[in-house]
Every structure is written in C-alpha cells, then in structure tokens.
C-alpha cells in the first residue's frame, strides 16, 4: 500500500519477500486527557494499517477521567472529560480494527492514576495520602472488589483476549499496599480469561505470569531534577518529588526482574518512543513553529527526528537475556486540544518506530529518510496534513 500511494498507484513487475521483525508492532493513544472521538480513532487504525504496525492500546482510564462506560461502576461515567466510549463503540471500533488487521487493547490504569475513580468512590481511599495522590488502597472496604471488578469488565470488554492493567507510578503507595492490589488486578484478568500487559513497575509486585507481558518504558535517559523541580512546587510537595525520585531510581532493575521471571517486554522507552516529546528542529512556517512551541511533555528535552530513529530494540536491552514481544510507540494528550495535534506529534515520527519494529536489518537514516519523504504527500491527502513539516529536509 505504501509503495502504490507513493507511486501515484503504479508499481512495477515484480516479487515482494517480506516479514515482521516483531510479532506487536503497537501504538498506545491517550484518550482521556484529550477525548478523541470513536471516528478520529477509527482514523489512527487506518495509519497504523499504513505503515504495518497492528496494535492499538487505548489508554481509558486516568486521574483525569473515565472513558469507557462502566456498567459494573456507573458512578464512573460521569468522571470522563468528554463523551463515553460505551462497550458497543469499542466492540465496533475493534471488529473495524480486525479487518485492518490491527488489534485493539483496552487499558485500565490502576491502582495508580485513579483520582477520577476516587472521585466517583471516596470509600477507596482513606481520605488522606491516598486522596491526593490518586491511588486505590485494597485495603480499605471494598476496594479489592472494585480493581476485581473493574478490570473483569474490561477484560469482557476486550476481543483481544489481552487487557491491560496499567500499574505505573503509584507514587506515595506502600509497596505492601501496591502489591496487593496489582495482583488483585493481575488475579481478576485471568480469570477472566485475558492475558496480562502491564507497565513496567508491575514486576515488582511479583503476580505476572511468563505468558504475560511487561511495558518498559522508563528510558535510561530519564532524569529527575528533584532540586529543580521542588523550586517549581511548593513545600507541601516536595515528599511527592522524593517519591518519584525513589521510584525511578529502581527501573534500571526492571527489566532484569522479567527476565528472570522469563516475561517476555514490549519495548516502549520513552527516549526514543513517546511521541509527546518536543521536536528539536525549528518547522516551515510561523503556524508550526506556534504549535511546535505549545506541543509536548516538557519534562522531555526536545530531540530531533532523526534521534528518534537511531535505535533498534536490541540497543534498548542490550546487555539483557529477555524475550522481546515487540515495539510499541506512545502518544500522552497532555497538550493536545484536536486532531491537528495529534498528527503534529505522531507524523514524520511514528513510521520510525514502525520501521524499527518490522525491519530485521538496521536501515540507515539516508535510505529511510528517502522513502519517507513522498508521504507528506500522501499525510495531506489521508486527513493528516497538520503533520510537523521541518524548516530544512528531515
């Protein structure tokens, strides 16, 4: 397909041999913080299809709200910022996914970035720590059942026999607390009948099984300025900033616990796979150059495009003895306000990850940035021409 829409539909003669590198080959879209609508997603699933990558892990839950109608929690449905994903929308939009051959992977995010559920529920937690920092605590009355509960619905919810669990920064949770209640999780999804994705803290609570999957996405370039950032805060947060830094601290052991645990990874680094990073090149035009400005994690340094292509899955775990499941790119909506930002941050940057995660050989950077180029073209005829477009070629 991409060679036909890059050739004005015309190929010449000949025999293609290809294949995947990696079986998943994904992208993970946010769509709480900015509530895309079911037929934007639907667009996504189309790029995704262009350019081999056939999974798509929507990220529904989150401090910031509830996207996926619950019937086991009704009182959640009213935390989402935008309109419900009811379960007939996500069974359509993944039978529609399927016949693109991309697999649609719901998440729940817990115990972590669960204000919205908090909200909805002040009986998960106790009304102090646990209230400000978003986490459910299983054991308070009735908060086992709700992560039991809550993730069964969602692995129903899912075709993709996959679910998953979140389990990413439970910043201010004791770490008894915390393993409780991602086993709960991990329990109730199996039960269900799912197999298990999780990020990558989830190791720690020791509940995975080998034909479950952990999501490393804390890059070794990750830094936290805790000095720096207590200046930013005021003194009442500063305990929260030494709990991040304690947290980070622990993921370079990560990805050695799952291959000790013979988990399999999906590899997600966020130096060279969060697509909400700041561009580093200056765009074409004064209305690029205002978005470019506004778009992106600032926590992340800006990097340049070809930056976010020197890199293979093997660099990311080089030194480690571990099953590697696949790539999976990812885009947080913090900044979004509409579907020109999206395709601002995922294009020219999301066919990187894509070719990283099907080329067995390392392409170089000239060769790929030759056969990128004509699909500018191609963005703007699709309904993605608020793709970033760079002052110099890229």
């Not at 910043?171 to 994705?197: D, K, L, N």
């Not at 804390?218 to 930013?232: L, M, P, S, V």
Request: with cysteine; hydrophobic share 45%; proline share 7%.
């Amino acid at each position: 397909m991409q060679l036909a829409e890059c050739s004005a539909g015309r190929l010449p003669l000949g025999r293609i041999a290809d294949g995947p590198g990696l079986a998943w080959r994904g992208l993970m879209l946010d769509v709480v913080r900015h509530p895309f609508h079911v037929d934007e997603i639907r667009r996504v699933v189309d790029l995704l299809t262009r350019y081999k990558l056939n999974v798509l892990h929507l990220h529904l839950t989150d401090s910031d709200g509830w996207r996926l109608q619950s019937t086991a929690r009704p009182g959640l449905d009213s935390t989402s910022p935008g309109e419900l994903i009811t379960r007939r929308d996500l069974d359509e939009l993944s039978a529609f996914a399927e016949t693109r051959g991309v697999t649609v992977v719901p998440e729940i995010d817990l115990p972590g970035h669960s204000l919205a559920a908090t909200r909805a529920y002040p009986h998960l937690t106790d009304g102090g720590a646990a209230a400000h920092l978003g986490y459910v605590d299983p054991a308070l009355p009735g908060a086992q059942a709700f992560i039991e509960e809550t993730v069964t619905e969602f692995a129903h919810a899912s075709r993709a026999r996959f679910v998953h669990i979140g389990g990413d920064e439970p910043f201010g949770m004791p770490f008894e607390a915390y393993t409780r209640a991602v086993g709960a999780a991990v329990r109730a999804a199996h039960h269900a009948g799912s197999r298990v994705v999780a990020w990558q803290e989830a190791v720690r609570a020791g509940a995975l099984r080998p034909s479950d999957i952990v999501q490393l996405w804390i890059g070794a370039e990750t830094r936290i300025d805790a000095d720096a950032k207590k200046a930013e805060l005021p003194e009442s947060a500063h305990p929260f900033v030494d709990q991040m830094v304690a947290l980070f601290a622990l993921a370079p052991t990560d990805g050695p616990a799952a291959a000790r645990a013979g988990l399999p990874v999906l590899l997600s680094s966020s130096d060279v796979l969060y697509l909400d990073r700041p561009y580093a090149e200056a765009a074409s035009d004064a209305e690029g150059e205002a978005r470019r400005a506004r778009l992106g994690f600032r926590d992340y340094p800006p990097k340049t495009i070809r930056e976010m292509f020197d890199w293979t899955p093997q660099s990311l775990v080089a030194g480690l003895d571990v099953r590697i499941a696949g790539v999976e790119a990812a885009i947080w909506s913090e900044t979004i306000t509409g579907f020109d930002d999206l395709a601002f941050l995922l294009l020219p940057r999301l066919p990187a990850a894509a070719e990283r995660a099907w080329t067995r050989e390392r392409t170089d950077w000239d060769d790929y940035r030759a056969r990128r180029q004509p699909h500018a073209e191609v963005w703007q005829a699709t309904g993605w021409g608020g793709a970033f477009r760079p002052a110099t070629a890229m």
